[in-house]
């Protein structure tokens, strides 16, 4: 069993940047793909960002350039850096390991 937990999040300037954090415990498969979705309010559920055991990364195109996954292995960790921060990225963002989801960090981003 996976446990998730996401830290990070907050309020932020259009333009700004921020870091989100995934603490990954339990029994972690090596294969499992490590990943970022979000929802804002009245919209879907969106995938953000995913990186698989290959190291091969899949970014949605509303993120692309400006949001970075990454996986720290030796910590177990999971990193979402987001810059240029825009009021659409407004949203709470799960990080969800092979299926798993935590339960949601908010970020609010501000003009």
């Known amino acids: 069993q996976v446990q998730v937990m996401e830290s990070g999040g907050g309020l932020v300037q259009v333009g700004g940047s921020l870091r989100l954090s995934c603490a990954v415990s339990?029994?972690?498969?090596?294969?499992?793909?490590m990943g970022w979705s979000r929802q804002a309010p009245e919209k879907q559920r969106e995938i953000v960002a995913h990186?698989?055991?290959?190291?091969?990364?899949y970014y949605a195109d509303s993120v692309k350039g400006r949001f970075t996954i990454s996986v720290d292995n030796a910590n177990n960790m999971v990193y979402l850096k987001m810059d240029n921060l825009k009021l659409e990225d407004t949203a709470v963002y799960y990080c969800?390991?092979?299926?798993?989801w935590g339960q949601g960090t908010q970020v609010t981003v501000s003009s």
């Open positions: 339990g029994r972690i498969s090596k294969w499992y793909v």
């Open positions: 990186v698989d055991s290959t190291g091969t990364t």
């Open positions: 969800v390991i092979g299926g798993t």
